[in-house]
């Protein structure tokens, strides 16, 4: 059982605007300025940036982040779909899912976007899951996170970052939410509340148009805001007043059902991942897979919940159930990611490596190039041939050069294979993109030091050096001004 909406203050403390969180305005909807307009005055991109790598580096010591490779890919690929209709370009969206089952969303600032695992089981539908995603995305193409900053709240990033991370873990520890409030925030609390209220409106407009752009059925959207105002209704935060969330009325969800219907495609496309990668959520997170695979092979179910029964088998150490269940679904869909990859897993976990690398291989031609395959491909390589897996990798991040797990998986061939200077090169990119910049500086020198005699090398790692320490040096300038 879900607990509704216990993190949604979190959001807005770090100048997150959470979903539906916020009270309807007595204006008309439509009525609503364009509230992206003019902020760059007052912050710019490239601090916006700054203050989102910060909030999410705090973040990330405090939260659990889900890291199965397929699920993050689907939730960044149903983003980058939503991102192309958005006509945003000022800098890429990132996404990520928090273990956390409450039902909750929020946008950081710099394009950072994550969704509470509570809220992704608690959609019916992708429709649902992208209008969450577009509604907290408009956030981000209208600035609001940056203009909550610039009309000068009185915390700074730090300060707000540490307490929604509190916050977020007062829904399993109520007592550290307690002792965060107590820290004298409370004024600053309502004050955000207050800053954003008229952001939620413009954020159910411009997501309203990026899901009829992106081919989404906008209804999805107000069909969520349904079932909030269902628990909302509930009376959970009746006897905790700083808690409590402000209600999503009934006017509120009218006005976006006008503009749904309004908004509504004449086609509608809908991907099958969405149904297997909640299935695959679910599995991981359940704390009794072989119970929950007992019960589903009672049940007729369909392929996915199939599946799901193969990913709880694994969980619990039996992949030989799995594997049978698996080779059945892999006959009526081969092309089907989902269990083609938890295919070659259950084989490896068999120490059935050929076999495995065969469906990683016929995958790979169905989906040529496709990142996480070869990345899969190039570890089970990795022990038999590692100078082969670091060939394939290599080529992969030509194509993918930003995607971390490639960079991790070719650092890791490039050690096996005897190439220590590539090694530390790729550890060196990847902590960049981690922003963890002190830790790549480090590794970019001693990639460095191990260049001699390669002028070419030497060149590019002296400009990544010289970057990454421009970036410290203002990390440390801009930390200094706001303390």
Known sequence: MHRPLAGSLAGALAGMLIMAAQPALAGPYDNLPDMGEAIDRD?????????????????????????????????????????AAS?????????TIIQ?????????????????????LHTDNENELAG????????????????????????????????????????????????????????????????????????????????SGAGFDPQGMVSFFEKLARQEGDGFYVHNELLRTHPVTTNRIAEAASRARAARPSKVFNQPDYAYAKATLAALLDPRPLTSAGRLSKAAGDDVERYQRALLLNRAGRPQEALPILLELYGKAADNLWIGTLLAETRRQLNQDDQAIEVLRAQLDLFPGHPLLTMQLGQLWMAKDPERAYSLLRQALRDNPSHTGLLQAFADAALRAGRRAEHHEAMGLFFIQERRLPEARAELETARALSQGDAISRQRLDALIERVETEIIEARRRKDQHS
Do not use: C
């Open 43 to 83: 912050i710019s991109l490239a601090e916006e940036l700054a203050m989102g790598d910060g909030f999410m580096q705090a973040l990330k010591r405090k939260a659990t982040f889900i890291t199965h490779p397929l699920l993050n890919h689907y939730v960044q690929s149903l983003g980058e779909r939503l991102a």
């Open 87 to 95: 006509a945003w370009n000022a800098y890429p969206f990132h996404f």
């Open 100 to 120: 956390d089952d409450t039902i909750n969303a929020f946008a950081a600032p710099g394009g950072h976007i994550s969704l509470f695992s509570g809220l992704i």
């Open 132 to 211: 969450v995603m577009a509604h907290e995305m408009a956030h981000v193409t209208q600035r609001h996170v940056a203009r909550m900053i610039a009309g000068g709240a009185s915390m700074n990033l730090t300060a707000l970052a540490a307490l929604a991370a509190a916050i977020l873990v007062g829904g399993s520890n109520p007592q550290a939410a307690a002792a965060a409030v107590n820290l004298g925030m409370a004024g600053a609390i309502q004050q955000q509340i207050n800053f954003t209220r008229d952001h939620e409106y413009e954020a159910d407009r411009i997501g309203i148009q990026i899901l």
